[in-house]
Protein backbone atom coordinates (compact mmCIF):
# COMPACT_ATOMS: atom_id res chain seq x y z
CA UNK A 1 0.00 0.00 0.00
CA UNK A 2 1.45 3.19 -0.91
CA UNK A 3 2.15 5.87 1.68
CA UNK A 4 0.42 9.25 2.13
CA UNK A 5 1.51 12.72 3.47
CA UNK A 6 -1.19 15.11 4.36
CA UNK A 7 -1.24 17.73 6.95
CA UNK A 8 -1.75 17.26 10.64
CA UNK A 9 -3.78 20.14 10.69
CA UNK A 10 -5.85 22.85 9.05
CA UNK A 11 -7.89 25.85 9.78
CA UNK A 12 -10.24 28.15 7.54
CA UNK A 13 -13.28 30.06 7.94
CA UNK A 14 -17.02 29.65 7.06
CA UNK A 15 -17.85 30.13 3.11
CA UNK A 16 -14.46 29.66 2.39
CA UNK A 17 -13.12 26.98 0.02
CA UNK A 18 -10.62 24.40 1.38
CA UNK A 19 -7.92 22.59 0.14
CA UNK A 20 -6.46 19.41 1.48
CA UNK A 21 -3.32 18.02 -0.65
CA UNK A 22 -2.17 14.83 -0.01
CA UNK A 23 1.06 13.62 -1.35
CA UNK A 24 1.51 9.59 -2.53
CA UNK A 25 4.87 9.60 -4.08
CA UNK A 26 5.03 5.70 -4.62
CA UNK A 27 1.64 4.85 -6.00
CA UNK A 28 1.37 2.25 -8.25
CA UNK A 29 -0.52 2.03 -11.77
CA UNK A 30 -3.46 0.12 -10.27
CA UNK A 31 -4.13 2.70 -7.12
CA UNK A 32 -7.18 4.51 -6.64
CA UNK A 33 -6.76 7.57 -4.09
CA UNK A 34 -9.49 7.64 -2.19
CA UNK A 35 -10.94 10.09 0.70
CA UNK A 36 -12.72 9.38 3.83
CA UNK A 37 -14.34 11.59 6.65
CA UNK A 38 -14.49 11.27 10.25
CA UNK A 39 -16.27 13.21 12.64
CA UNK A 40 -16.00 12.82 16.38
CA UNK A 41 -16.94 10.02 17.90
CA UNK A 42 -18.42 8.45 14.81
CA UNK A 43 -16.63 6.19 12.17
CA UNK A 44 -15.23 7.13 9.01
CA UNK A 45 -17.57 7.86 5.97
CA UNK A 46 -16.51 7.97 2.18
CA UNK A 47 -16.10 10.96 0.53
CA UNK A 48 -14.86 10.65 -3.09
CA UNK A 49 -12.58 8.27 -5.33
CA UNK A 50 -10.88 8.98 -8.36
CA UNK A 51 -7.80 7.62 -10.66
CA UNK A 52 -6.94 10.81 -12.85
CA UNK A 53 -7.67 13.71 -13.75
CA UNK A 54 -10.68 15.31 -11.82
CA UNK A 55 -14.02 13.84 -9.93
CA UNK A 56 -16.70 15.67 -8.68
CA UNK A 57 -19.77 14.77 -6.48
CA UNK A 58 -22.39 16.71 -4.23
CA UNK A 59 -19.72 16.48 -1.40
CA UNK A 60 -16.26 17.48 -2.84
CA UNK A 61 -13.93 18.00 -5.59
CA UNK A 62 -10.87 15.01 -6.04
CA UNK A 63 -7.87 16.94 -8.37
CA UNK A 64 -5.52 14.87 -9.33
CA UNK A 65 -2.56 15.92 -12.14
CA UNK A 66 -0.93 13.42 -15.20
CA UNK A 67 1.54 12.32 -12.37
CA UNK A 68 -0.67 11.06 -9.82
CA UNK A 69 2.07 11.66 -7.17
CA UNK A 70 -0.59 14.08 -4.83
CA UNK A 71 -3.92 14.94 -5.08
CA UNK A 72 -5.96 17.43 -3.67
CA UNK A 73 -9.17 17.65 -2.23
CA UNK A 74 -11.59 20.67 -2.60
CA UNK A 75 -14.61 21.26 0.06
CA UNK A 76 -16.31 24.22 -1.48
CA UNK A 77 -17.82 26.75 1.00
CA UNK A 78 -16.95 24.69 4.05
CA UNK A 79 -19.55 25.06 6.85
CA UNK A 80 -18.92 24.23 10.57
CA UNK A 81 -20.26 20.90 10.14
CA UNK A 82 -17.38 20.26 7.95
CA UNK A 83 -15.31 19.66 10.76
CA UNK A 84 -13.65 16.81 10.81
CA UNK A 85 -10.64 14.71 10.13
CA UNK A 86 -10.05 13.78 6.66
CA UNK A 87 -7.84 10.96 5.46
CA UNK A 88 -5.96 10.47 2.08
CA UNK A 89 -5.66 7.10 1.65
CA UNK A 90 -4.46 4.86 -1.54
CA UNK A 91 -5.85 1.28 -2.43
CA UNK A 92 -5.09 -1.28 -5.40
CA UNK A 93 -7.54 -3.95 -4.75
CA UNK A 94 -11.44 -2.95 -4.36
CA UNK A 95 -11.36 -4.67 -1.16
CA UNK A 96 -8.36 -3.70 0.15
CA UNK A 97 -8.45 -3.23 4.11
CA UNK A 98 -8.07 0.45 5.01
CA UNK A 99 -4.36 1.36 6.90
CA UNK A 100 -5.79 4.94 7.97
CA UNK A 101 -2.66 7.58 8.72
CA UNK A 102 -3.41 10.33 11.43
CA UNK A 103 -5.33 12.36 8.71
CA UNK A 104 -5.71 16.45 8.61
CA UNK A 105 -7.65 17.56 11.32
CA UNK A 106 -10.01 20.30 9.78
CA UNK A 107 -11.17 23.12 12.22
CA UNK A 108 -13.65 25.25 10.31
CA UNK A 109 -14.52 28.95 11.77
CA UNK A 110 -17.11 31.23 12.06
CA UNK B 1 -30.34 4.76 2.75
CA UNK B 2 -28.96 0.98 4.43
CA UNK B 3 -26.57 1.60 6.56
CA UNK B 4 -24.16 -0.89 8.78
CA UNK B 5 -25.33 -1.35 12.68
CA UNK B 6 -23.69 -2.03 15.66
CA UNK B 7 -24.34 -2.89 19.37
CA UNK B 8 -24.18 -1.83 21.60
CA UNK B 9 -23.14 1.77 21.65
CA UNK B 10 -21.15 1.68 24.61
CA UNK B 11 -20.40 -1.58 26.84
CA UNK B 12 -18.94 -1.42 30.30
CA UNK B 13 -16.85 -4.35 31.60
CA UNK B 14 -14.36 -5.72 34.10
CA UNK B 15 -10.79 -6.50 33.13
CA UNK B 16 -10.67 -10.08 32.27
CA UNK B 17 -14.36 -10.50 31.06
CA UNK B 18 -15.73 -11.27 28.07
CA UNK B 19 -17.12 -9.20 25.46
CA UNK B 20 -19.31 -9.75 22.05
CA UNK B 21 -19.38 -6.78 20.21
CA UNK B 22 -22.40 -6.92 17.06
CA UNK B 23 -22.72 -5.11 13.86
CA UNK B 24 -25.20 -5.93 11.12
CA UNK B 25 -23.31 -4.85 7.61
CA UNK B 26 -25.56 -3.83 4.91
CA UNK B 27 -27.64 -6.64 3.19
CA UNK B 28 -26.06 -7.42 0.11
CA UNK B 29 -22.61 -6.50 1.05
CA UNK B 30 -19.78 -9.24 0.91
CA UNK B 31 -16.72 -8.30 3.00
CA UNK B 32 -16.77 -7.31 6.40
CA UNK B 33 -14.11 -5.62 8.78
CA UNK B 34 -13.43 -4.83 12.29
CA UNK B 35 -11.35 -1.71 12.99
CA UNK B 36 -10.50 -0.17 16.10
CA UNK B 37 -9.54 3.36 17.27
CA UNK B 38 -8.06 4.20 20.75
CA UNK B 39 -8.86 7.42 22.28
CA UNK B 40 -7.28 10.13 20.60
CA UNK B 41 -5.61 7.77 18.07
CA UNK B 42 -5.74 6.65 14.46
CA UNK B 43 -8.04 4.21 13.60
CA UNK B 44 -6.49 0.72 13.43
CA UNK B 45 -7.61 -2.43 11.23
CA UNK B 46 -7.95 -5.55 13.42
CA UNK B 47 -9.79 -8.16 11.01
CA UNK B 48 -11.27 -8.78 7.24
CA UNK B 49 -14.00 -11.71 6.77
CA UNK B 50 -14.97 -13.20 3.45
CA UNK B 51 -16.69 -15.89 2.67
CA UNK B 52 -17.36 -17.03 6.08
CA UNK B 53 -13.45 -17.03 6.69
CA UNK B 54 -10.78 -14.50 7.90
CA UNK B 55 -8.96 -13.21 5.06
CA UNK B 56 -6.66 -10.88 6.88
CA UNK B 57 -5.67 -9.77 10.14
CA UNK B 58 -3.45 -7.53 11.97
CA UNK B 59 -0.88 -7.70 14.84
CA UNK B 60 -3.66 -6.92 17.41
CA UNK B 61 -5.89 -9.05 16.39
CA UNK B 62 -4.45 -12.07 18.47
CA UNK B 63 -5.59 -15.02 20.28
CA UNK B 64 -8.19 -13.05 22.20
CA UNK B 65 -9.92 -11.82 19.30
CA UNK B 66 -12.23 -13.95 17.20
CA UNK B 67 -14.84 -13.42 14.55
CA UNK B 68 -17.82 -15.17 13.00
CA UNK B 69 -20.57 -14.43 11.21
CA UNK B 70 -23.17 -16.70 12.96
CA UNK B 71 -26.30 -16.34 10.42
CA UNK B 72 -26.59 -14.04 7.10
CA UNK B 73 -26.98 -10.95 9.22
CA UNK B 74 -25.19 -10.36 12.03
CA UNK B 75 -20.72 -9.79 12.36
CA UNK B 76 -19.70 -9.96 15.99
CA UNK B 77 -16.64 -9.44 17.41
CA UNK B 78 -15.66 -11.44 20.76
CA UNK B 79 -12.50 -10.71 22.98
CA UNK B 80 -11.96 -12.86 25.76
CA UNK B 81 -10.33 -12.02 28.71
CA UNK B 82 -10.35 -8.35 28.04
CA UNK B 83 -7.33 -5.96 29.35
CA UNK B 84 -7.66 -2.31 29.93
CA UNK B 85 -6.12 -1.42 26.82
CA UNK B 86 -8.60 -2.75 24.63
CA UNK B 87 -10.60 0.31 25.70
CA UNK B 88 -11.72 1.59 22.51
CA UNK B 89 -13.84 2.63 19.76
CA UNK B 90 -14.92 -0.69 17.83
CA UNK B 91 -16.04 -0.08 13.82
CA UNK B 92 -17.42 -2.51 11.73
CA UNK B 93 -17.48 -1.94 8.20
CA UNK B 94 -18.80 -3.90 4.98
CA UNK B 95 -17.90 -3.78 1.36
CA UNK B 96 -20.13 -4.44 -1.52
CA UNK B 97 -17.53 -5.35 -3.86
CA UNK B 98 -19.99 -7.89 -6.56
CA UNK B 99 -19.63 -7.66 -9.90
CA UNK B 100 -21.44 -4.34 -10.60
CA UNK B 101 -19.08 -2.77 -7.62
CA UNK B 102 -17.02 -0.03 -9.23
CA UNK B 103 -16.05 1.65 -6.36
CA UNK B 104 -12.73 0.80 -4.93
CA UNK B 105 -12.68 0.57 -1.40
CA UNK B 106 -16.07 2.23 -0.55
CA UNK B 107 -15.93 0.94 3.15
CA UNK B 108 -19.79 1.68 4.68
CA UNK B 109 -18.34 1.99 8.43
CA UNK B 110 -21.12 1.57 11.55
CA UNK B 111 -21.24 4.16 14.11
CA UNK B 112 -19.22 2.00 16.44
CA UNK B 113 -19.34 0.42 19.74
CA UNK B 114 -17.41 2.35 22.58
CA UNK B 115 -15.36 -0.59 25.05
CA UNK B 116 -14.79 0.58 28.67
CA UNK B 117 -12.43 -2.18 30.12
CA UNK B 118 -12.20 -1.21 34.19
Known amino acids: LAKTTQPISMDSYEGQEVNITCSHN???????ITWYQQFPSQGPRFIIQ???TKVTNEVASLFIPADRKSSTLSLPRVSLSDTAVYYC???????????FGKGTRLHILP | EPEVTQTPSHQVTQMGQEVILRCVPI?????FYWYRQILGQKVEFLVS????????KSEIFDDQFSVERPDGSNFTLKIRSTKLEDSAMYFC????????????????FGPGTRLTVL
Open chain 1, 89 to 99: LVARNRDDKII
Open chain 1, 26 to 32: NIATNDY
Open chain 1, 50 to 52: GYK
Open chain 2, 27 to 31: SNHLY
Open chain 2, 49 to 56: FYNNEISE
Open chain 2, 93 to 108: ASLFSGPSGKTYNEQF
